[in-house]
């Protein structure tokens, strides 16, 4: 694969990095703000936000995590990624709490761990 490729599918593993980042700070700011001050909740707990950002996980894990496993033929970043991304899912099952927070937060940091590991080098396996 040309260089030009393995810099794009960096730069998708690297806004996967940055909207994974954005997702926890979502999580743990909503909790904070409505907590603490009774403030934003009918923006941040609007359930089209945690819909957008899924479908932008999905998408953005699609093309990176995809294109990753097809050039360097490894399961890890895969399996890491679509656990995370499976968690993520789950927690817009659930109704708006810890619970849906701490399965997001598990899924983003899986997600994260996906991109770090699909940007990792690896070795050529001996055949």
């Given amino acids: 694969m040309s260089d030009t490729h393995t810099s794009i599918r960096r730069r998708f593993d690297r806004a996967g990095i940055a909207l994974a980042g954005l997702c926890a700070l979502h999580c743990v700011a909503t909790i904070v703000i409505v907590s603490a001050l009774g403030l934003g909740g009918h ?4 359930p089209e936000i945690h819909r957008i950002g899924l479908l932008l996980a999905l998408i953005i894990a699609a093309v990176a995590i995809g294109w990753g ?3 360097h033929r ?3 970043p895969f399996v890491t990624a679509m656990t995370g991304l499976s968690f993520m899912g789950g927690a817009l099952a659930m109704p708006h709490g810890t619970g849906e927070a701490v399965l997001t937060l598990i899924g983003v940091a899986l997600v994260t761990a996906g991109h770090l590991l699909n940007m990792r080098p ?3 396996r001996a055949r």
């Fill in 74 to 76: 490894r399961a890890a």
């Fill in 43 to 46: 923006f941040l707990l609007e």
């Fill in 69 to 71: 496993a097809l050039k």
């Fill in 122 to 124: 690896f070795a050529k």
